[in-house]
């Protein structure tokens, strides 16, 4: 992202893109009732437009009501798409519905009942097609009904067999269609389920390499949900770029030790999506900044919006942190005293051979000495949260 205008208006080309689901969240809680009305999908994708999106993402059912006949299907996609063509707005990414009908109450790719994960399957097929039909290139499979509660009723080794299952399945039905398309896995250690399978980024990453087709398969890693698991988003993140896994990713906020809460980005834990924002914008990320989030229960229609600028907005406003970071002197300064260039040095300028090992042996270190030098991260640490702070 180049650097931000002083308005920190956000453009298409930032790439900003929210969910059908975000926006049209009608607070509903597990204590409370819906507080908001119904959003029409076309008005939700006029209002993104209109505020600087670039995108806006679906769940199947998002779109097309579950059970809908396949003409009320094609007549609710008409208009959405004319609504598309209108504004610009394009649609990166789709996903399937597989949590909120009863049917999935004992999971969806890993219910023990076989005729439930091929009905679990099928609908992903229908929710691959309809994704494909509007544009999107990237598929997320987050398994909210994929874990359990009672610890007995199912053998973790074989709910992953059953996973990688449909999972592959999945990558068959895509390339047998010749669909431009690949799926992201999104992690998340509980809730709605006691326990969910495949909880963190690390275990999703272990997980694909015994898919079928690795490649076809990466990460959408939740600040929220690796956040609930008491995890580092940014290393989370970092880890998933650095085995180019990184595939698409869900920005909200979120307190460690709560239940998911999924806030405007930026509303919780500054510091850690100053750090998420600069990875992202150091890194060159030409993908999505997908807000996964909602507006609060007590918000109305205008809450809503206000909620998408912000999220947008605290991006923009991080983002040119980021490249403040880049040209401070002091900054640049500590990161010298910190050894952030000596970290570029390999540790076996002779690689991991022969030659590399008889070279580390023959040297010779003197530990007192090197365990004198001070590394300066309080005065480096200071200097950004001040950055942070506006006073720098
Ligand atoms: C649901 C969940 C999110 C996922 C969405 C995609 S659905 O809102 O809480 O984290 O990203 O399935
Ligand atoms: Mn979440
Ligand atoms: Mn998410």
Redesign the pocket.
Known sequence: MSTPEASFAPQPEHHFTF?L?TVGNRGRDPFGFETRPVLDPVRSVHKLAELGAYGVNF?DDDLVPFGATSAERDSVVKGFRAALDETGLRVPMA?T?LFSQPVFKDGAFTANDPKVRRFAVKKTFEAIDLGAELGANIY?M?G?REGLECEAAKDVRVALDRYREAVDLCCAYVRERGYEMVFAL?P?PNEPRGDMFLPTVGHALAFINELQWPDMVGL?P?FA?ETMSGLNFTHAVAQALWHSKLFHI?LNAQRAGKY?Q?FRFGSEGIRDAFYVVKLLEDSGWQGMRHF?AHPYRTEDEQGVWDFVTGCMRTYEILADKAERFRHDADIQEALIVAGLGEQQIPTSPLGATSAGIDDIISSSFDPQALAERGYGHERLDQLVTELLLGVR
């Open positions: 969910g689901w769940h996903t519905n997320v987050w909210g999104e998340k959408n939740e949900h869900d998911d999924d996964d």
